[in-house]
């Protein structure tokens, strides 16, 4: 089943890569791509083991650390969620990603308490600060861990190595809850995300997932991506008006440095009146 999937979520970055180059997403287009992205990796049908960012980092380092070994599956996850990273921005996370497809279209509902710009900085303060203690637990207090768990002759338990596995990220991964098992703690945490994606851009990748942390440094490297034509642009600022994320409005001042997440939704590119947004290699 592992091949599909991968498969499927190449061709879909893919299609991703050649509607933006050709300018070709609109609101309906990218709505309609949204709702494919869910039914095919969040709806728990097509794909039962959906694509979670969230185990891609957090289950591979649990193997190597509870079995010694690197395993397969993750790492192969890992690598076709970073990759495509590298080449254009985020293009796992605007094209593949259930849980951002779901915050997504639930942010397309008109309300009128949205937050568009919000302080990124703070966001990102909190989503660096989770990803250090998930590294400090794995590498730092596990250790101390495992040393105990030898002393006391429960190293081997799998009770011991269980707990061991313990993530920072397990209680918040909202990845869980797509596998749609409608218990109490369902019903009490994913309110709260839909609350919060009505009123923010997808809050839950901005705030907490690891994989947003990870590819916002790779976005700055990444040769393709969402570009000004400064000598035509005359800031009239529709395109901070139509698009739906906090990214374009810095972007069009410059600031690369603190510069949101861009997904590569393209949403932008045809609101410009100038055509001056364009996604490619260069403006």
Known sequence: MSAPKYLTMLGLMAAGLILLFARAINLWVRLVGLAVIFVVFGSDQIFPLHPSPMCAVTKLFMFRFTHGEWFVGFLTFFLIIFVPSLIGRKLFCGWVCPLGAFQELINKIPVKWRIKQFNFTAFNAVRFMLLVMFFLTFFWAKSYMDALGAETGMAGTPLWKAYSAYSVYDPINYFEYLHWTFNTLFWITMPILVLASLALYRPFCYLICPIGAFSWLLEKIAPARVRINR?????????????????????????????????????????????????????
């Open 231 to 283: 000598q035509t642009c005359n800031d009239c600022g529709v395109c901070v008006i139509k698009s739906p994320c906090p990214t374009i409005k810095p972007l069009l001042k410059g600031d690369s440095l603190g510069l949101p997440d861009c997904t590569s939704c393209g949403e932008c590119i045809r609101t410009c009146p100038k055509k001056s947004i364009s996604f490619g290699f260069k403006a």
